[in-house]
């Protein structure tokens, strides 16, 4: 326990992971609305003020979040390095309702802090930054590299969201032809050819297509050589 202040220690095994960003040495919400206490639990609160019972309620979305762990943490939030940033562990008790990625609590208290390096100006005071929380919160605190706390762009999922449908149709489209080859080919010999010849022609069009489109793009690029001022 932390000074008598109900809050439970390494050995209560409940704990999630979070992003905070640090203001004048205060944890904050990554939107800076709300600043975690220092020396005492932030106390869950029902936005909605709904009243169902003891917060967090069962069919209601509130309750302080943490995810699972920090792999859960990465994928779910991408947070950007323009501000100071600190990825931790956060201890969670009181009425707590797990999930599939995390967990919502009705009260929390950072367990574990790092403060990501990148998002750190170096002109800044913030140099002095792990300090001040440890001072502040009275946990302990390092710094770390955002390789470690931050998740890279490529592995954002939504991104390959387009090629994934582009193979997909082109999957689709392969299957579709082969069906109509093999329909074509019950129906005899020359059906078959016909339809061969048909796919054949397809595949040409699209050909043609793509040759159409590259030319029209060398031609854009040379009209924009052609507009720039020094002729060259
Ligand atoms: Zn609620």
Redesign the pocket.
């Known amino acids: 326990m932390i000074a008598g202040l109900g809050i439970p220690d390494g050995i209560d095994p409940l704990a999630g992971w979070r992003y905070w960003r640090a203001d004048e040495g205060w944890l904050c919400s990554l939107n800076k609305l709300k600043t975690w206490p220092a020396g005492k639990p932030l106390v869950a609160q ?5 009243d ?1 019972g003891p ?3 069962e069919q ?4 302080i979040y943490a995810a699972i762990d920090l792999e859960t943490l990465k994928e779910l939030v991408q947070p950007h390095l323009e501000s100071p940033l600190v990825v931790g562990e956060v201890a969670l008790w009181g009425k707590v309702i797990p999930a599939e990625l995390g967990y919502r609590a009705e009260f929390a208290y950072p367990r574990r802090l790092w403060v990501v390096d990148e998002s750190i100006s170096t002109l800044d005071w913030l140099g002095d930054l792990p300090v001040n929380l440890a001072g502040r919160y009275h946990v302990p605190v390092e710094s770390c590299g955002a390789g470690w706390a931050v998740a890279e762009e490529a592995t954002n999922p939504w991104q390959l969201e387009p090629r994934v449908r582009e193979i997909r149709a082109a999957v689709s489209a392969f299957k579709q032809s082969v069906d109509r080859l093999a329909a074509a080919l019950v129906q005899g010999d020359e059906i078959y050819r016909a339809e061969l010849a048909r796919l054949r022609a397809e595949e040409r069009t699209e050909a043609i297509a793509r040759s159409a489109f590259q030319s029209s793009f060398g031609t854009h690029m040379q009209d924009v050589k052609a507009r720039r001022p020094d002729g060259s």
């Open positions: 029902c936005p909605l003020g709904m169902h917060l967090p309620g209601c979305g509130c309750g």
